[in-house]
């Protein structure tokens, strides 16, 4: 067992912990995608991350993490969500452009110095993008209320944007564009007949959203 871990372990780690709470495993493919590396890079970290008992990797589905893995995951998610928040709270950066910010800066900070950025924003549960600021113990709040991801409501139903699951720069520069942030009110309007187009009132304004778009916001539904 490693006692220390670096940068790209950690970014490994983060990546597979993402990738899991939507998915339930992580894929290579979706690793490749979202680290912008080769395959045979994936596959390489891989086998190593099994080697130090980080994960556990299942063939032809893909790797899951192990209590230590997701410890060390959670460890950095919380950095990452709090340097968000100071980005954008106290620094006023742009919403759109925080996360890769925090991305850089994630792995530099330790948790001391991320107990005295928490303690400085008043211990906020969410970073900008609706997304659980995981405590120091690792436990995640947890949302009161019916959550659904707008790809999956029905036509007339209301809800209230809680969390944006995809963090990349271009996408959340979209959701600002249309006004999609989080506690935002919206209403699906109209589902295509081939299910892959859904109108949504954003505060009162027509949107049509594709369904990859649509399968990445979640909602509290009211």
């Not at 271009?170 to 859904?198: A, Q, R």
């Not at 009132?201 to 369904?211: E, F, M, P, T």
Request: glycine letters at 6%.
């Amino acid at each position: 067992m490693v006692s220390e871990v670096s940068s790209v372990v950690e970014e490994y780690l983060e990546v597979i912990y993402r990738l899991q709470e939507r998915y339930e495993i992580a894929r290579t493919s979706d690793l490749v995608n979202m680290l912008k590396v080769s395959p045979g890079t994936v596959t390489n970290m891989i086998e190593r991350l099994e080697r130090d008992l980080l994960v556990i990797h299942e063939p032809y589905k893909g790797v899951r993490l192990t209590e230590r893995g997701r410890e060390i995951a959670l460890s950095v998610i919380r950095r990452h969500r709090l340097l968000e928040r100071l980005l954008v709270n106290i620094l006023g950066v742009e919403w759109h452009k925080a996360h890769e910010i925090a991305c850089k800066l994630e792995h530099w900070i330790d948790k001391h110095l991320a107990k005295r950025i928490e303690h400085v924003l008043g211990y906020p549960k969410t970073c900008p993008h609706g997304n659980p600021i995981p405590a120091e113990n690792g436990e995640i709040p947890r949302g009161e209320g019916d959550y659904s991801l707008i790809s999956e409501m029905n036509v007339y139903e209301r809800g209230v944007v809680s969390r944006i699951l995809e963090e990349e720069s271009t996408f959340l520069g979209y959701l600002e564009k249309i006004e999609m942030k989080p506690d935002t009110i919206i209403e699906v309007v109209e589902k295509s007949p081939l299910n892959d187009l859904i109108t949504v009132k954003v505060d009162g304004k027509v949107r049509a959203l594709s369904r990859e778009v649509a399968s990445r916001i979640m909602v509290r539904k009211t």
